[in-house]
């Protein structure tokens, strides 16, 4: 699966994976309103991830 995903593409997902882990460990250690700051980044990354697929698809 990952085969088909450009450098880009991969890149951005691992940030997003990335910064949802990050998230998690905040949660858990008790600073809960900095998690959910840190966890809403999650589906922005993965907006703009979408955002420059459909730019790269009109070429």
Same mark, same amino acid.
């Given at each position: 699966?990952?085969?088909?995903?450009?450098?880009?593409?991969?890149? *951005? *997902?691992?940030?997003?994976?990335?910064? *949802?882990?990050?998230?998690?460990?905040?949660?858990?250690?008790?600073?809960?309103?900095?998690?959910?700051?840190?966890?809403?980044?999650?589906?922005?990354? *993965?907006?703009?991830?979408?955002?420059?697929?459909?730019?790269?698809?009109?070429?």
């Amino acid at each position: 699966m990952l085969g088909k995903l450009g450098k880009t593409d991969r890149i *951005l *997902l691992f940030l997003a994976l990335g910064t *949802l882990i990050f998230s998690e460990l905040m949660w858990f250690q008790g600073e809960r309103e900095g998690a959910l700051f840190v966890g809403l980044w999650v589906p922005s990354i *993965l907006g703009f991830a979408i955002f420059l697929k459909l730019l790269k698809s009109d070429k």
